[in-house]
């Protein structure tokens, strides 16, 4: 057909440089131990919270239990639980 044109041809856009499996994981685990020294840092009268209890599981037995693409959900989970708890502590 003398009207058909060709199609263009796909150019695909280079993707960033991933990083490595080894370098992801010490990333994630350097946000885990952050997590837990900011929980650690909250006082005694948070750890009577049952929310401060919530957030060690998080960041030990369920972070433990995780894929590594899914341990990043528990960690935003596990910090967003330790900002309530500070400020829960700082109303009190």
């Given at each position: 057909?003398p009207?058909?044109?060709s199609?263009?041809p796909?150019?695909k856009p ?7 499996f ?6 994630i ?6 997590l ?22 998080l960041?030990n ?6 894929k ?6 528990v960690?935003?989970?596990a910090?967003?639980?330790i ?8 109303v009190?």
């Amino acid at each position: 057909m003398p009207t058909r044109r060709s199609p263009a041809p796909t150019v695909k856009p280079t993707a960033p440089a991933r990083a490595s499996f080894r370098q992801r994981y010490d990333e994630i685990e350097a946000q885990r131990a952050a997590l837990v020294a900011r929980l650690a840092a909250l006082g005694e009268a948070s750890q009577r919270h049952p929310g401060y209890r919530r957030a060690l599981r998080l960041l030990n037995e369920t972070f433990r239990k995780e894929k590594l693409a899914q341990r990043l959900a528990v960690l935003q989970a596990a910090a967003w639980l330790i900002d309530v708890l500070e400020k829960v502590n700082s109303v009190t």
